[in-house]
């Protein structure tokens, strides 16, 4: 094991391979408050990547409802019990991660595998609340919520430190210097599954008629061209923006990802604590009992909902948050000029523009002018 630093968990912790950051590092960030679980996201990645023999269980994009859904089924609730839970001091890390804990036992990943029916059920505990009934008359105001429940949109994270990589014993899964995407070598891969065991997250999947595993790719061909990938473009919500993650001495406030993710901090990974630094992050849904939230994306949650909820009178942050979803390139610049936000591509082009503030018009019921009424009478 190597002495590497995760910067997520703040601390040095044990990986198999020395740190190799790429030149750049494919991220996103989800805004969990706009996910409405249409699973058009899902599908659409289902009909581009995972339509053939094999794949009819795989979601590499899926959606699921927490706090009681999961897809696989309880694979993070498994994995937490395994590891012990963990425990933060403020934000430092002190538990054990995935790769300390199978240290204990001289392996290189604690992992498991799911039994092929935990894959069956992927949208087990839909829309299921927490926290009790809804009664008759029942009006909330106040937040967080007595009762709830949110939408969790999931993808392999690309993680820095890759548990899929540290697990697999013929080094078929790799990770690319160039981008950070990580994929799995299909004519290397034997089908033995380390790689599904391992990963926490679960993102790896096994193909029995091809015997190997497979999983998402970044829709690599779109995002070698600087477009957004298919689950980000189609997203109806518009929850979603893509682009490349600094380290965090190297922030740059102008790139979209550096803004959320280093310099407001309102974007978070989820279970940090496992220690493979993923680099999906998530804005964590404002209605939700801190708590829960802690656990999942650990302890910047209740800074990050503070300065989520203060968006309307911070315009930078307002004029990013109209961008997400907003053109099919990759917006690696962003900035806001007179309530104008605007997104420019990597060669300094206009890939998106947006108002901050949608103009309100007003008209009178009765038109002077042309001795009408607007009012509808039918």
Known sequence: ????????????????????????????????????????????????????????????????????????????????EKIGGGKWNNNTYEGKTIFEKAAEENKSVEGFLPALEDWSYPNMGEDEISGGDVKQGMHIESLPHPIWFFYLPRICNHCSYPACVAACPRQSVYKRPEDGIVLIDQSRCQGYRQCVSGCPYKKPMYNATTNRSEKCVACYPKTEVSLHTQCMEHCIGKIRTQGWLSQPDKADPSNPIDYLVHIKKIALPLYPQFGTQPNIYYIPPIHVPSPYLVQMFGTGVDAAIKAYKAAPSDTTLKGLLVLFGSCAELMTKFEVKNDIAIGYNSKGDVVAQAPIVEPNVIREHYDKARDVYRLDVT
């Open 1 to 80: 094991m190597e002495d590497v630093f995760n910067w997520q968990i703040n601390r040095n912790m044990k990986y198999p391979y020395p740190a190799a950051m790429p030149e750049k590092q494919f991220a996103a960030v989800f805004d969990i408050n706009k996910c409405i679980g249409c699973q058009t996201c899902s599908i659409t990645c289902k009909t581009t990547w995972t339509a053939g023999r094999g794949q009819e269980y795989m979601f590499w994009n899926n959606v699921e409802s927490k706090p009681y859904g999961g897809y696989p089924l309880y694979w993070d609730s498994k994995l937490l």
